[in-house]
């Protein structure tokens, strides 16, 4: 299917539900797209994978959303991003342009710090891929990057109920490396994250400048499709659809409060199952 057609939606996708986070900023600021949203639900957590599983994932979910039709696929999952970004690109931008995370908070963290400490809270594959490390460095050389690595806080957020004390006490032990290195920006480096926003304001305290990737995204996805000819017409008004791999009824419910705009209903495709033991450590 030919990517260069108008009438085709942007694709995005996510290990769960953190992705939402992304699409709302696109649904905000590009309110005459149409979007197409797949939830890796029945695969989350990413964050403690191996590059090469992200890899293959990250491959298969590009394969499913390209293969309905799409002018743009945003990765909207660091974990995949950092694991596999490179290689998706150029085995696919050719067909199609590919926007990922982790390059435009590394900018917008670049421009915001005064005292060159930036701090990054991410899962543990994003962390142990160095993407962070590389792209800030690119962007601001003298800075230092301080990476907390939290296997449990995406979980705990997609799994849903109140902010508890499971929340602010993992919210707590991330933020204690980055207050004692006297970080003046944070980088929030899971689309999950802002869900938790004024928790993390909170304990970083208010002179500490949180930085997310939702508006960098929706700014690169209008430039890229403004630069290919495909941005649809302004005056129309766009649709978005869900696909998720897990419980569809489940993702709708998760997904709401991420979103923060109506879910309709939600198809559920099939993947390769992860199989058992293929966790990394
Ligand atoms: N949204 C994913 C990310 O940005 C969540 C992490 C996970 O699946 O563990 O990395």
Known sequence: ????????????????????TVLHECLVSLPHEDFLYLGDTARFPYGDRTPAQLAEFA??????????????????????????????????????????????????????TRNGRVGLIATPATVKSGAYAE??????????LHAVASAELAPLIQAGGEVDHRTLACVEGACRPLKRAQVDTVILGCTHY???????????????????????????VEARLRASGVENDEHRRGEYRFLATGDPEQFRRAGTRFLQLPIGSVEHVEVAAAGPGRKAA
């Not at 938790?196 to 995204?217: D, F, H, K, M, N």
Request: with cysteine.
């Open 59 to 112: 491959r298969e979910l590009a394969g499913i959303l390209l293969e309905r039709g799409a002018k743009l696929l945003v990765v909207a999952c660091n974990s995949a991003t950092s694991a596999a970004l490179p290689e998706l690109r150029s085995e696919l931008e050719r067909e199609i342009p590919v926007v990922g995370v982790v390059r435009p908070e590394s900018r917008l963290a670049a421009a915001a």
């Open 194 to 220: 802002p869900l938790v926003r004024p928790v993390l304001q909170r304990e970083l305290g208010r002179r500490v400048t949180i930085v997310s990737s939702g508006e960098a995204i929706a700014a690169e």
């Open 135 to 144: 792209a800030l460095a690119e962007e601001a050389p003298a800075a230092e």
């Open 1 to 20: 299917m030919s990517t260069s057609d108008r009438s085709l939606p942007v694709a995005v996708f996510d290990s769960g539900v953190g992705g939402l």
